[in-house]
T-cell receptor
């Protein structure tokens, strides 16, 4: 059983470009969480989604960030007009129910 | 609001020595507690979790943790550390699952260095 997949693993963008981060949950998991890890910090919750629904986006910045989890395909975290402060590691976690979350390897975003 | 404190940013131990990583949490209801380990450039791997029942929980790689409600602590222990245990360790707290999900709050991590 494959684990949580994230791609790309590394992403470099220039200021003002868009970043798209993808997360494929483990088989049988319909709950997806996104977290951001800034340098030298712990992970901070961003958003929680179930298929086709955003359940909790209380950790998402109000502007430029959006997330989706369509009926088919991976969950996408989209960052528009990236700025240097968006440089971080973005982790996706999936869960079958709402208890144990399993994390992917992360996408390391670098904004030049 | 829930929070997690890991008071030790860095810890160095000799291989074969015992290890204890501290974690204190703040949560208004019954907490769900987790320890994850992160190797450089990698994702987080679940070491162990506590939901209810026996307050001493066993995890993978020989780790265990003890939930102490009176001290709001969930310290991670290992009797004999191996060089391959060098990594960053994160304690996290969440709540009982509800329809609104179970977002985790993480501590800032403890970096473990193992001396040979």
């Amino acid at each position: 059983n494959a684990g949580v997949m994230q791609n790309p693993r590394h992403l470099v963008r220039r200021r003002g470009q868009e970043a798209r981060l993808r997360c494929s949950p483990m088989k049988g998991h319909s709950h997806v969480y996104w977290y951001r890890q800034l340098p030298e910090e712990g992970l901070k919750f961003m958003v929680y989604l179930q298929k086709e629904n955003i359940i909790d986006e209380s950790g998402m910045p109000k502007e430029r960030f959006s997330a989706e989890f369509p009926k088919e395909g991976p969950s996408i975290l989209r960052i528009q007009q990236v700025v240097r402060g968006d440089s971080a590691a973005y982790f996706c976690a999936s869960a079958r129910g709402q208890e144990t979350q399993y994390f992917g390897p992360g996408t390391r975003l670098l904004v030049l | 609001a829930q929070s997690v404190t890991q008071p030790d940013i860095h810890i160095t131990v000799s291989e074969g020595a015992s290890l204890e990583l501290r974690c204190n949490y703040s949560y208004g209801a019954t907490p769900y507690l987790f320890w994850y380990v992160q190797s450089p450039g990698q994702g987080l791997q679940l070491l162990l979790k506590y939901f209810s029942g026996d307050t001493l929980v066993q995890g993978i790689k020989g780790f265990e943790a003890e939930f102490k409600r009176s001290q709001s602590s969930f310290n991670l222990r290992k009797p004999s550390v191996h060089w391959s245990d060098a990594a960053e360790y994160f304690c996290a707290v969440g709540g009982a699952p509800t329809g609104g999900g179970n977002k985790l709050t993480f501590g800032t991590g403890t970096q473990l260095k193992v001396e040979l």
